[in-house]
């Protein structure tokens, strides 16, 4: 090859090699390009596509494990397809987020609502129309021991009722129970019953009809505020103490025996007053008293029929009502077999205890035909029965009605009499047995009655100590003899009476004290007159009464000496500045056999136990010269002088008394 064609291949090639070079080249730069462009193309797929796609999906799943506040890739600004995915998954989620939290709110709800029916007190059973159980709480499962199968939702009534049956809770009256229900539907209202349970229990169920059929119903165990009524009930009827029925029952039996007795028959009232249980209470204590009443209620039961009634009224007040009574022997028989029980001995907490009873009867319908009445008239039997001595019995009579009225109507002229100052102080004259000088004078109250003309003493004085009026009465009488007697001349003495009931006021002290220094007059002029009967009240606030007494300076006087058991010993309790012989003792002088001797005996007492001693009642001269003789210091009586008004009182001193036959 020339060296020409060789340098012209030689370029040839080297031509060649160029464009294949700038061909790799090109197509290199081509490759690059393409490489770029795909790789963008990728990228802005990813942005534009991928990403959203992928927020997408981690929102869902977030939003599937309960993430509330996922947020979504921002589709705000976009109108493609992805726009429209990423707006539709945004609504989802807020409808997921609405619906959990309704979810959530009925969650609450419902664990309140569970809250509250486990809580409730009371059993809650909710049933259908067919009477198949909804929904009942816990309480109501534990109330009738329900098994938990039979509180599921579904349970017919039917099976829940068998079940009580067989475990001893069923209502005793089951048509009862379902009565209720079917008023409760009938009125299409709340309805309520209580149930008595087998179990002893008692059960208020409430019914509250649905208006889609079946009801609501809850249950509450009432047995200890139905037992709780009963014993307030009870308590209301009857006594504490025994537990026989009081006044407030009593009323309602006599009523009933009234009511159910037939033509012919009668309903008998025995009113019972027990013998010496004062003396009881008094000397063994109120505890040995309590237990005396309760021997006596038991002692009392078993003298009278099944169906009789027996009562405590209070106290040692007792009443029987009778009822088909076809006679009086009936009661008059009972009243012999009560008297004969009760004065058998008690022993009581080692004391043996003897009493006794009075009893009054009376009949219904003859001597009263309503309660109040009946019992009023037994009891103003009783009152004669006592007055009679004790131990008996009597049948009411109309005269003691009549004299009931008579003692009402005293009692309230007695009340008014004091307020209208219609009582009025007589006194009787003291006469001294050796020189017959009036030395003083006896106060006796008078009541000056416009209707009853002049009053004597007693017939007001036992009325107005039964009824307290003794004590401002006696006040009265205080004040009164002392300012009178402050304007008699100084030697001469006043003498006033007090009662055994003044004794109960502790201001009898008080009373005396205040009447001497209101008055002026000397203590030493004023004689306090007692009966023995002052002694039996309170031993010892009575004696302490009267040493104060004493120590004001007063002079203390037994008066009426001798009438009573205890007269001697009483002399050795109080130094008494004088003793008062009985009048009874003074009337069987001088032919009464002995009674010469016992008035000499009472003279040589009071001699020697340095005790003055008055001799009332006489009313002769011979009666006169005997306790004269006898050595009595001291005389009284209608011989010296019958009581005179106040304004007679300076007309009656002088030298000797004027004596009247």
């Known amino acids: 090859m020339s060296h020409a064609a060789a340098t012209s291949a030689t370029n040839d090639v080297s031509e060649a090699e160029g464009v294949s070079e700038f061909a790799i080249g090109l197509m290199a730069g081509i490759g690059a390009v393409g490489l770029i462009l795909t790789a963008w193309i990728i990228l802005r797929l990813k942005r534009g596509l991928s990403d959203p796609l992928v927020s997408i999906a981690r929102a869902l799943s977030r939003l599937a494990q309960g993430d509330n506040d996922v947020v979504v890739f ?51 059973c909710m049933f259908d129309a067919q009477t198949r159980l909804i929904v009942c709480n816990t309480q109501y499962g534990r109330m009738y021991d329900l098994p938990a199968d039979l509180m599921a939702p579904g349970t017919p009534l039917d099976r829940i009722l068998e079940h009580r049956v067989s475990v001893g809770n069923a209502p005793v009256d089951m048509a009862t129970y379902f009565d209720v229900v079917v008023a409760s539907r009938s009125r299409g209202g709340v309805a309520s019953a209580k149930m008595e349970l087998t179990d002893g229990r008692t059960v208020k169920v409430t019914y509250n009809p649905r208006q889609e059929g079946g009801y609501v119903a809850t249950h509450e165990d009432i047995t200890e505020s139905v037992r709780a009524e009963a014993e307030i009930a009870h308590m209301a009827g009857h006594d504490a103490l025994t537990g026989l029925p009081n006044r407030y029952l009593l009323h309602e039996k006599i009523t009933d025996a009234l009511v159910r007795s037939r033509a012919g028959e009668s309903a008998a009232v025995l009113c019972l007053d027990l013998d010496q249980f004062k003396m009881v209470n008094d000397t063994l204590g109120h505890t040995v008293g309590d237990l005396l009443l309760k021997a006596v209620a038991e002692r009392l039961t078993g003298c009278v029929r099944e169906n009789d009634t027996l009562a405590r009224l209070g106290g040692d007040e007792f009443v029987v009502v009778q009822s088909g009574v076809e006679g009086p022997e009936q009661p008059e028989a009972l009243a012999r077999h009560l008297i004969d029980s009760l004065c058998q001995p008690f022993d009581l907490d080692g004391h043996q205890v003897v009493i006794g009873t009075s009893i009054g009867v009376a009949l219904g319908p003859d001597d009263a035909d309503d309660a109040g009445r009946l019992l009023k008239h037994a009891d103003l039997a009783l009152y004669r029965a006592k007055a009679d001595g004790r131990g008996t019995y009597r049948f009411f009579e109309a005269e003691m009605d009549a004299r009931a009225q008579r003692r009402r109507q005293l009692e309230l002229d007695l009340r008014r009499a004091l307020v ?15 020189t017959q000088k009036v030395i003083g004078f006896e106060a006796l109250l008078r009541w000056n009655n416009a209707g009853r003309g002049v009053v004597l003493p007693s017939e007001f004085i036992p009325l107005a100590e039964e009824i307290g009026l003794i004590i401002p009465l006696g006040e009265w009488v205080l004040r009164q003899a002392c300012a009178h007697a402050a304007a008699w001349p100084h030697d001469i003495k006043v003498a006033v009476n007090l009662s055994a009931v003044q004794f109960k006021s502790h201001a009898l002290v008080h009373h005396v004290a205040l009447a001497l220094a209101d008055s002026g007059l000397s203590p030493g002029r004023l004689e306090l007159e007692i009966t023995e009967s002052v002694l039996l009240t309170d031993t010892e606030a009575t004696l302490a009464a009267l040493y104060n007494m004493k ?111």
């Open 74 to 124: 921002d589709v705000a600004n976009r109108d493609d397809e992805i726009g429209s995915i990423g707006r539709a998954v945004e609504e989802f989620r807020d409808s997921v987020v609405a619906r959990r939290r309704i979810e959530a709110a009925l969650a609450e709800q419902n664990s309140r609502l569970d809250a509250a029916l486990t809580n409730l007190p009371h059993g809650m």
């Open 551 to 661: 120590q004001l300076g007063v002079r203390i006087v037994m008066d009426d000496f001798g009438t009573g058991y205890s007269s001697l010993s009483y002399l050795r309790s109080f130094p008494f500045d004088k003793i008062k012989l009985d009048r009874s003792f003074i009337d069987g002088l001088p032919d009464e056999k002995g009674m010469s001797a016992i008035v000499r005996t009472v003279a040589d007492l009071g001699a020697n136990l340095g005790m003055i001693t008055t001799a009332e009642g006489v009313e002769s001269a011979e009666q006169f010269r005997l306790v004269r003789e006898q050595g009595y210091t001291e005389v009284q009586g209608y011989y010296f002088g019958r009581p005179r008004p106040e304004g007679e009182v300076l007309g009656m001193l002088g030298s000797k008394i004027a004596f009247v036959a």
């Open 420 to 434: 209208s100052r219609e009582f009025e102080l007589y006194y009787q004259p003291l006469v001294d047995a050796q």
